[in-house]
């Protein structure tokens, strides 16, 4: 199977730490994998995204036309990458920032309140881990203990504090996702 994904937001989000994760996850799984981040010359603020495209096969292009899958994080993404998202697509949006309805009506899409659920852990920087743990609970493109175990062995090892927080955040995203799947 190929998960082709984009995600998307504001620089400083996260997003293309998101998308590397993904990438590193897939990597240690023994996955194909491409990864082609994009920004803005400002970064953080700015516009950023990156396409990973994670496969059983050879790759045959890292381009993602159109994406399996896209995490969006704000408005000016949801405009931008919606209309590309494949029919029958995954859209997930950060419904703390994305508020405007989706256009689309041949699109599985999944709101997930990311900004406040991570602001509810009291580190409102790791929405990205809230919108990854729903994107892998849906997707499952990785699995959600690979992410875990690459966080506390090659990202966050030296900060137990950091991993704790990103670790409640990937695993918050997994449960709201989780609820809506099962209609709660």
Known sequence: MTH???????????????????????????????????????????????????SDEEISSPLVEEPTAALVFNLPSLARFEPRVKPGGLLLLNSSLVHRPVQRNDLLVYRVPASEIAA???LDRVANMV???????????????????LLEEKIFARSPQLLEVNRQALEAGERYTGSLALGA
């Open 4 to 54: 082709e994904i984009i995600v998307a937001g504001f620089g400083g989000q996260g997003v293309l730490f998101t998308g590397q994760l993904l990438a590193y996850a897939a990597l240690a799984e023994g996955r194909e994998v491409s990864f082609i981040p994009s920004y803005g010359p400002e970064m953080r603020g700015g516009t950023a995204h990156c396409a990973v495209v994670i």
């Open 120 to 122: 509810g852990l009291g």
């Open 131 to 149: 919108m990854l743990g729903a994107y892998l609970a849906l997707s499952r493109a990785v699995s959600p203990e690979t992410v875990r175990r």
